[in-house]
């Protein structure tokens, strides 16, 4: 990084990064300056830091340029924006090897270039640190829309997601329980986890549906779907059946759950004396539904408090004919906060329903 | 900052800003969405990183949402834009003070009313970090004028200043020195580093009277110039009795030297053995006169090569007529580089014209 310099960064990152016509002044003066036809422009900033939203051992610098930018990207889209723009502000050891930086910048491209049509990365600041720290801020377009707020949600509204749900939070979990380079089944979870891609035509096409609120799942779906109820003044209830976690998913919590020395699954697995549960089979099999439901538990967890997925979550009148990728998974009604099955959801580390 | 919590912090930054017409969506949601009614958006990013920045026991919480604020916006301004909103994405250890969050956040609206209209803070990010980190973003409005760049300006031109050069400098190394809380005539350098007070609506003013190129006084007024003389391929000189230091940069200077053991002046008066300084006063004021001359070196240095005033330096054609407040301290030339005095400027560490 010392090696190339702020201005050979810079430069690699145009290198990655095509012209774009919106772009009218891009990297390389004080400012960026870009076109906004619609006379509104959709901003937000969020920080990707080293140690905390990401790991250098398990994340290549392509994962992290992916995933710094779809951070941001999500939030314009969750706006029903089609994303325009990134500023890049980028921190980081003088030591860090030049190679990482020049993936970094090949990530944050190609991740721009997942919205149509692409987004282009305009300017950005760099400077050194301890760790790597990334500040990025995306602008976006409305194009004459109004943009979808928290706060529309209206009692009788569907709630329906585009994106997966969870899958960000099993492949943390199969990291953390060492599972993160191991059987190809769960990849897409650790990928899930490790480069995260937020459906962002859903965000545009959910508002010219006439979507009434909408948020991006970055906290967990419950806390996310409460941000939509505290902002509306409803309830959202989530139909677990609907939100049911397929495949790999609860497979993943059960190698998760055996990984663990101190998990559910172990402790389970103790309670019953190796000389006994090898002379039984009926304690057995029961220890093993037992697993198995305290897997699919987990599983459940996941995709209800995981965060990190940067799906699409939004609430249409009933009216609205949603396209396939919109999954229908509850219901807005009168009341307050998010519940699960009509019960009230009491928190993150609390969720009593499957208590 | 654990106590007051993500949402808490927003709050508290909310209630130091005046709501906004422009900003048509705010603080709360996920992106801000800001008016801009000339259909193109000014948009810059920058770090203010603890320890590479600022240090907290030298500036005030209040000292570092200023600079954080002054930073982002002064870009806006060198582009001959009037700032309209920031984003400010803020990191901090979960024992920082609720205090010290609050003031940060009085900090970056007091920076943000110098700006006219004021500049209001529209959206963010928070996360957990061993120190404090801020990257903030500012997007500004044209206001219908082409932005002034870094590659406009042509041989003839006038280059004029607006705001101090040097103080910033000197103000660090007054810190630097132990001399921070001293001399009261040394406090308008001392905040000059710690709370820069770019002149915003300058940027604007040279735009429309019809600046050629702009750009404010961040890494030091030479490397600024250079890039403007790089970018618009012709020679930059600055006359070095137009910049010639004034009070109190000489004085303060000269404390610098005193204080420092290693300094010029130390070695200077450490090379007249006392017995023969006490006796020979022609000595002894040629001492004097020659570590008048080294302070006064020193001081031209900081104007020179010193940065973070964030004053705006810009190139007009000779015929306009500049208001007071720009004093015209060089011109451009054919070639390429930066002189002084018309002599090529060999760099940061080797600027041989006075040597």
Not at 13 to 21: H, V
Not at 73 to 86: I, N, Q, R, S
Not at 113 to 125: F, L, M, N, T
Request: proline share 8%.
């Amino acid at each position: 990084m010392a090696e190339l310099g702020e201005f050979g960064l810079i430069a690699e990152l145009s290198r990655w990064l095509p012209p774009d016509p919106r772009a009218l002044v891009g990297i390389g003066d004080d400012a960026a300056v870009l076109a906004v036809p619609d006379g509104r422009v959709v901003a937000t900033t969020d920080f990707l830091l080293e140690g905390r939203h990401f790991r250098r051992d398990w994340s290549s610098a392509r994962d992290v340029g992916h995933k710094a930018a779809a951070r941001s990207l999500a939030d314009v889209a969750a706006m029903g924006g089609v994303p325009t723009a990134l500023l890049v502000a980028l921190a980081a050891p003088p030591d860090l090897p030049v190679r990482w930086a020049r993936e970094l910048a090949a990530g944050l491209a190609a991740e721009c270039a997942r919205v149509h049509p692409p987004a282009s990365v305009v300017g950005g600041d760099t400077a050194r640190a301890d760790a790597v720290l990334l500040a990025v801020t995306a602008l976006g377009d409305l194009a004459g829309r109004p943009p979808v707020l928290r706060g529309g949600a209206v009692p009788g509204d569907v709630v329906a997601v585009a994106g997966p749900l969870g899958h960000a939070a099993a492949g943390l979990a199969l990291l953390s329980a060492g599972l993160g380079g191991g059987d190809p089944s769960w990849a897409s979870l650790v990928t899930a986890q490790l480069r995260p891609a937020p459906p962002y035509d859903a965000g545009p096409e959910a508002a010219a549906l006439g979507a009434h609120a909408m948020i991006d799942v970055s906290d967990g779906l419950l806390a996310d779907l409460g941000h939509i109820a505290d902002a509306s003044g409803v309830q959202v209830d989530v139909d677990s059946a609907a939100a049911w976690p397929a495949a790999p998913l609860p497979e993943a919590a059960r190698a998760v759950q055996m990984a663990g020395p101190n998990s559910s699954f172990s402790r389970t697995s103790r309670g019953i004396p190796p000389e006994h549960a090898d002379a039984d089979g009926l304690a057995q099999g029961l220890a093993q539904r037992l697993a198995q439901g305290l897997a699919q538990r987990l599983a459940l967890r996941w995709v209800l408090t995981g965060g990190e997925d940067h799906s699409l979550v939004a609430t249409f009148p009933p009216s609205v004919t949603l396209p396939p990728r919109w999954r229908v998974i509850g219901a807005v009604r009168e009341g307050g906060g998010v519940a699960v099955d009509q019960t009230p959801w009491a928190g993150d580390t609390g969720w009593n329903h499957f208590a």
